[in-house]
């Protein structure tokens, strides 16, 4: 399995982005999804994770309520909106995959996923 995360950049205090992560392979929606991100020095943050099916969303306390996590499984694609950016979000925002069965199965764990992407930057200006 292949991630390619795409759609970081730099922006303002209060802009939005959209970060979309394609998957390679024809079983995406076999697999549970999940966005995380890091800065230098620091452990891997768990952002959000999304059932395979989608059905079930979770969110870290520090983004939730500004961030929304979605999947389109005919496209292969997770995605991850951002709103009302803040600087603190500054970071290396990192998507993964890892292939389960159960349709109610999702992780906040970074250890637990099997697949990273290459991540992609977002920086957020004050």
């Not at 392979?25 to 989608?54: L, N």
């Not at 999947?71 to 292939?99: F, G, I, Q, W």
């Amino acid at each position: 399995v292949q991630l390619q995360a795409s759609g970081g950049g730099l922006v303002q205090a209060g802009d939005s982005l959209r970060l979309s992560c394609a998957a390679s392979g024809r079983t995406f929606s076999s697999y549970v999804m999940g966005w995380f991100r890091q800065v230098p020095g620091k452990e891997r943050e768990f952002i959000a994770t999304i059932t395979s099916s989608g059905v079930r969303i979770s969110y870290a306390d520090s983004v939730k309520g500004r961030f929304a996590c979605s999947r389109d499984n005919a496209k292969n694609t997770v995605y991850l909106h951002m709103n009302s950016l803040k600087p603190e979000d500054t970071a290396v925002y990192y998507c993964a995959a890892k292939t389960v069965r159960s349709v109610f199965y999702s992780s906040t764990k970074a250890d637990d996923y099997d697949y990273w992407g290459q991540g992609t930057q977002v920086t957020v200006s004050s």
